[in-house]
């Protein structure tokens, strides 16, 4: 089953429409614009995938002799040579 909500209606509740597992037609002026169906992720696989990424990461630093801190360092460096 679809809800159907105003868009603003849909803008106000939109945190509750997130969490829900119903979709939704959001409407303006009666007329439907677009359905918002939301979706369900599995947040465990997704930290694991990062944080096996970032494993990863810290291996090919490590054999390339790359030190964080460095890296770090010229970031802020750029930053705020390009802020002004």
Do not use: C, N, W
């Not at 909500?5 to 803008?11: K, L, M, Q």
């Not at 009666?30 to 944080?51: M, N, R, Y």
Request: aromatic share 8%; no cysteine; proline share 2%.
């Amino acid at each position: 089953m679809t809800t159907k909500v105003g868009i603003r209606e849909f803008r106000a509740g939109l945190a509750d429409y997130i969490a829900s597992e119903t979709p939704v037609a959001v409407t303006r002026h009666g007329q439907t614009v677009g359905f918002f169906i939301p979706t369900k992720t599995d947040l465990t696989a997704e930290i694991s995938a990062f944080k096996d990424a970032a494993e990863k990461l810290d291996a090919l630093l490590e054999a390339q002799g790359v030190d964080i801190e460095d890296v770090v360092s010229e970031f802020k460096d750029v930053r705020r040579k390009a802020a002004g």
